[in-house]
């Protein structure tokens, strides 16, 4: 049967179905989380108190931070497919570097060897963002078909599980010394 | 037997469910269909007597003791989530509830 032709009744309902089992009503407790919870803002740039300013570009120059902002791609790989996703990092990675769009910085895939795989996957692509604009630049730079940059980063993310239900999840961070929370 | 005050149902007839939300104490909770009829089914403020003896019919067609205290024990876990108040008339299993108000 169609949705749009189920009764809003529960009783025409019941009738429809033509049997009837135990009546349960169960509590609902909703956890409302917000994804939102920092600004998302350029550490480096106006508005920024400079003593935040100044911390985020020690840390970069000194490689305490990896970079103003990141991007993490988490995601999983069939494991029919990791021998060669493997095979197509270790002949691609140098490329996918080398030809990122400007204040984008391709900072590694990496397998998480111990921790929980459950919600996340197995894989992490970190993305560094050398400032705001970087963020457009990436997604211009991927959407660039005719670009080499873009046909790498398709097959990278070819090799992601996109059956229903796998474990995806995308972040975009900043420094904690420059996060406020709203 | 009526709805609690403030009640708001929110039917979800593509899972056979309902989602109730109940303003005192407040408190979201999801019927099944079997208790999603009986709400609408002892509804007293909603003249509906064919729905309560289809109700009733379905019930017995399924096996159901339909004796008042069986009725009580399953119209319970309405009132134990304060879905439903007043008292489910006895009179309703054996005969036609809107023969017993013209009486």
Not at chain 1, 38 to 64: N, S
Not at chain 1, 104 to 132: F, K, P
Not at chain 1, 140 to 152: H, I
Not at chain 2, 89 to 98: I, K, L, Q
């Amino acid at each position: 049967m169609k949705d749009e032709e189920k009764p809003a009744s529960g009783l025409e309902r019941l009738r429809q179905r033509g049997r009837a089992g135990a009546p349960e009503v169960d509590s609902i407790d909703p956890e409302v989380r917000s994804g939102v919870t920092f600004m998302l803002r350029d550490p480096r740039r106006r508005g920024v108190p400079a003593a935040e300013q100044e911390a985020v570009g020690e840390g970069i120059e000194k490689k305490t931070l990896i970079d103003a902002m990141l991007i993490e791609w988490s995601y999983d790989v069939p494991y029919d497919k990791t021998k060669a996703f493997r095979r197509w990092l270790l002949d691609n990675e140098r490329d996918l570097a080398k030809l990122c769009p400007p204040h984008v910085s391709y900072r590694g895939t990496y397998a998480v060897a111990s921790g929980s795989l459950v919600q996340v996957g197995r894989y992490r692509t970190i993305w560094g963002l050398a400032e705001l604009s970087g963020l457009s630049n990436l997604s211009a730079g991927v959407a660039d078909e005719k670009s080499a940059f873009a046909r790498l980063v398709s097959e990278l993310n070819g090799f992601r599980d996109r059956e229903r239900g796998a474990p995806e999840f995308d972040a975009i961070m900043i420094p904690a010394v420059s996060a406020h929370r709203f | 037997m009526r709805l609690s005050e403030g009640l708001r149902l929110r039917p979800l007839p593509e899972l056979d469910a309902c989602l109730a939300y109940r303003r005192e104490p407040p408190a979201l909770l999801r019927l099944n269909l079997e208790a999603w009829a009986l709400l609408e089914a002892v509804d007293e403020t909603v003249e509906a007597p064919d729905q309560q003896r289809d109700l009733l019919a379905l019930l017995a067609e399924s096996g159901w003791d339909l004796s008042p205290d069986a009725l009580s024990a399953l119209l319970a876990p309405l009132a134990a989530r304060g879905l439903v108040t007043g008292a489910w008339p006895p009179h309703a299993a054996t005969s036609h509830p809107h023969d017993q108000r013209k009486g």
